[in-house]
Antibody, heavy 120, light 108 residues
Framework: EVQLVQSGAEMKEPGESLTISCQNT????????IGWVRQMPGKGLEWVGI????????RYSPSFQGRVTISADRSTTTAYLQWRSLRASDTAIYYC?????????????WGQGTLVTVSS | SSELTQDPAVSVALGQTVTITCQGD??????AAWYQQKPEQAPLLVIY???NRPSGIPDRFSATTSGNTASLTITGAQAEDEADYYC???????????FGGGTTLTVL
């Protein structure tokens, strides 16, 4: 069974930096894309971006390009989502999920989510 | 187009059949996937592609696509099916992931 375990909730102030993590504990980390999805309070799902850990090929949603950085550490089978300067509008739950890019694009296994709260 | 449109809310009587739709131009070229999200939980994949169910998803969930519309049907809705449902697919360029705005299903 695929298991993605995310880091805990974070509370930050505007302008601060943050990195949240997503550790794969069960499948071949290198051979599947990992994606990040945002869910703002009371709102729907938004695609942030994806990474292929084997070669670090990374794709971003145009809405998030330049605002976040996605990376992966092969040695710890962990993916990361990073902000250099947080805004209040970054407050949301961020999910990581295994991403399948076949003729259908979909996320088949999800982490439990990381709540990020940005407030002064 | 880079949008998928869903009705905000749908209701169904217990045991009856309900269809949730997802409209978008990219669906003419690319298949959709469907997710169920219950309060305070992560989304759960229920259908992907033409009509594929992951292991553990009841067979009362099924999907079809016609033209620019993908549909998720629950045949014999149960109380535990009450949740938000999201569709996703590729955008028209084929390079990006897009989600529908979600449909809240109420089982009466």
């Amino acid at each position: 069974e695929v298991q993605l375990v995310q880091s805990g909730a974070e509370m930050k102030e505007p302008g601060e930096s943050l990195t949240i993590s997503c550790q794969n504990t069960a499948y071949s980390f290198m051979k599947f894309w990992i994606g990040w999805v945002r869910q703002m309070p009371g709102k729907g799902l938004e695609w942030v971006g994806i990474i292929f850990p084997d070669d670090s090929d990374t794709r971003y949603s145009p809405s998030f390009q330049g605002r976040v950085t996605i990376s992966a550490d092969r040695s710890t089978t962990t993916a990361y989502l990073q902000w250099r300067s947080l805004r209040a509008s970054d407050t949301a739950i961020y999910y990581c999920a295994r991403f399948i890019a076949s003729n259908v694009y979909y996320f088949d296994n999800w982490g439990q989510g990381t709540l990020v709260t940005v407030s002064s | 187009s880079s949008e998928l449109t869903q009705d905000p809310a749908v209701s169904v009587a217990l045991g009856q059949t309900v269809t949730i739709t997802c409209q978008g131009d990219s669906l003419r070229d690319y298949s959709a996937a469907w997710y169920q999200q219950k309060p305070e939980q992560a989304p759960l994949l229920v259908i992907y592609g033409k009509n594929n169910r992951p292991s553990g998803i009841p067979d009362r969930f099924s999907a079809t696509t016609s033209g620019n519309t993908a549909s998720l049907t629950i045949t014999g809705a149960q109380a535990e099916d009450e949740a938000d449902y999201y569709c996703n697919s590729r955008d028209s360029s084929g390079n990006h992931v897009i989600f529908g705005g979600g449909t809240t299903l109420t089982v009466l």
